[in-house]
């Protein structure tokens, strides 16, 4: 592998635009190519982010000898095929959240990075976020623990509509992962065992196919529990809330912001060299490129999550429409 890391980004969508801007940050990280499911609207990304090779067919991009590492920011159905190709064709590879949406396609590609014996990361990115990198160091640190998280995963998407507005080719999924983010880092902050675990869901959309509501409860073998509120129907405020209710205060994190239970702001600005949680992920990747490590959020670290998002899908295929 070259000095500068040579990356190829699959998905020139609203995530793989965040990873761009996030990779300008990096040095020592050069991406080279961009694969799109579009020439023409793939290009006009490419040109923003000065990207020479443009193609919609990952395995052009996987043939190139000079990529070292592939980011895929591609539908979620295709996350597990598509990582095991990077791995089978040499590459490191992070996909991002989930790394599949089913537990028979994760568990392959944690044997596919095994067998590579490359790098494979998911984009769990609330490790990242430095909110919640203040609260797992301060855990760490032995200076609370937690006894309770409530989380809401709100969003009002009634469309199968990007974060951009543009249309999906693919449909979105609480369970598999929006879901996907709480339970691992519920795991991730208590330091112990998903060890129960409940879900309940609304009507299925007669459209989109999916439940549009969701109500999840995990408890942790620290004795931590977990409530977590998930809608696609929520019409304001948007976004994910994390609510810690510790030992030794409460505290509420909006992805890079902490407040106490009191709305008193508290200062993670120096908690790492970034405020921005999707660099601080690329970042981490591209550092156990170079040391030669497992990075935090490897495949195998966030299986667990998965086997859970596994055990929830069949509680909620068993229960009455």
Known sequence: MTTTIKVALAGAGAFGIKHLEAIRQIEGVDVVSLIGRTLESTREVAARFDIAHVTTELDESLARPDIDAVILCTPTQIHASQAIACLKAGKHVQVEIPLADSLADAEAVVRAQNESGRVAMVGHTRRFNPSHQ???KSIEAGERRILQMDVQTYFFRRKNLNALGQPRSWTDHLLWHHA?????????????????ANAV???IHPELGIAMDMSIQLKSSTGAICTLSLSFNNDGPLGTFFRYICDNGTYIARYDDLVDGKDNSIDVGKVDVSMNGIELQDREFFAAIQEGREPNASVSKVLPCYRVLAMLEKQLAAQPA
């Open 201 to 203: 869901q609304g009507p």
């Open 180 to 196: 996907a983010h709480t339970v691992d880092l519920f795991a991730y902050q208590t330091g112990g065992e998903i060890i129960a």
């Open 134 to 136: 203040w609260m797992h």
